[in-house]
């Protein structure tokens, strides 16, 4: 069946834009007294419009739309573990937002751990889930328009992750990440009636420390767009358009699309013409697959960084090539190859005591490392990296 999408531009507001994209979409399939779970992508730290979290008015005009509705509108997250909930709830604004808006915040850190059991699951036979996620009425998955190291981009699937508890992260990545994620979409499928991308502001990828990078850190990519629809997997397909990427090559859209969880190639484009925008910065960027197995190599990485840094900036083009690069790499070691602050998050993410602070700097027991990589994930300075073997 076809899917319908919508693309609109924000330059003429957040409120305007969001109804305006709602409606060319279809409208929110939510009936007057329901619970709507606002789910945004709050995975760290950082403030509103730095395009790594979503953007508080992006999520404060759904408040506002779903209220319009007659529903009640609640919103909630959970961070990347070892990032805490309240520091990440305060730093990104959430809470004043959603009260100013009519909504109601949920603060999941604090919600009741339920663990379901999935399902026709492939690999996540069961999981622990924030309560709320489970006694809501409906769900709209509204990630920010950014990319992952691992997925290529973490977009209205992947986000559905963070109703999952903390202590479940490292798990889901060491069964495989991918299986996992489309196990989890599954559950919920049914709940997830809307999908909304928050491309007003996205980011650029960063590979300053190494062959691959974490989702807490990038360049703000100011896109003025928003991506909209019933289908979530077809909308994650028209993002990944147009973030210049084949929506098949992106093996969590894939996953999906082959379950039969949504569509990829049966589409109806409405609303704005938003063009292909390949996120990338520099020439050298452009030429570094070139030169990218000398770069990544486990011995000259740490020695090749300053060099790297120094001809094209920390900010370089590389989430299309993941994929391939993932493809191609067996796993190797995690290094510590960018410029380390001490902050310590990668030692609480580690569910393994694997990791201690040493001079300021993370020490890993390679002997008992698990290759999770939430450490890489959670970096907020892009300091660790995955060698290659």
């Known amino acids: 069946m076809t899917s319908l999408v919508a693309t609109v531009r924000t330059e003429d507001g957040l409120d305007k834009a969001v109804r305006r994209v709602v ?42 739309l779903v209220k319009e509705m007659g529903a009640k509108p609640l919103v909630g997250d959970l961070p990347i573990v070892g990032w805490d909930p309240e520091e990440t709830y305060r730093t990104v604004g959430i809470r004043s937002a959603v009260t100013r808006a009519g909504g109601e915040f949920v603060d999941l ?22 309560k709320t996620a489970l006694t809501v009425d409906k769900i709209v998955s509204v990630p920010v328009f950014k990319p992952h190291f ?3 981009m973490t977009l209205c699937i992947k986000n559905l992750k963070g109703l999952t508890w903390q202590d479940q992260r490292t798990r889901i990545h060491v069964i495989g990440l991918y299986e996992p994620i489309i196990d989890l979409f599954q559950v919920f499928k049914d709940k997830v009636v809307f999908g909304l991308v928050d491309g007003t502001v996205g980011s650029e990828s960063i590979r300053s420390s190494g062959p691959y990078f974490g989702p807490t850190e990038g360049k703000p990519v100011k896109l003025d767009v928003l991506v909209a629809g019933k289908d979530i997997v077809a909308v994650d397909t028209v993002s990944e358009r147009i973030a210049g990427l084949n929506p098949l090559d992106v093996k969590l859209t894939r996953l999906a699309y082959d379950r039969g969880l949504g569509e990829v190639k049966d589409l109806k484009l409405v609303g704005d013409r938003i063009n292909p925008r390949l996120l990338s910065q520099t020439f050298f960027g452009r030429v570094l697959h070139v030169i990218e197995p000398f770069w990544t190599s486990r011995y000259t990485n740490p020695l090749v960084h300053p060099l790297v840094k120094l001809l094209g900036g920390p900010m370089i083009q590389t989430f299309h090539t993941v994929e391939r690069d993932l493809r191609s790499s067996k796993i190797g070691t995690i290094l510590l190859a960018g410029d380390c602050d001490g902050c310590g998050l990668c030692v609480k993410a580690c569910k393994l005591n694997n990791i201690v602070l040493r001079r300021g700097a993370p020490v890993i027991n390679r002997d008992h490392c698990v290759r999770c990589l939430i450490c890489v994930e959670i970096c907020p300075k892009g300091a660790l990296a995955l060698s290659r073997a």
């Not at 060319?24 to 760290?44: Q, R, Y």
């Not at 850190?109 to 924030?130: F, G, M, Q, R």
């Open 150 to 152: 691992f997925t290529g």
């Open 23 to 64: 409606d060319l979409a279809g409208g929110i399939d939510v009936k007057a007294g329901e619970s709507v779970l606002i789910k945004p992508n709050m995975s760290c730290a950082k403030p509103s419009g730095s395009g790594l979290v979503t953007s508080v008015g992006v999520v404060a005009s759904l408040v506002k």
């Open 109 to 130: 850190s604090k919600d009741e751990a339920v663990t379901i059991h999935v399902p026709n699951a492939k690999v996540l036979n069961k999981v622990k889930v924030a």
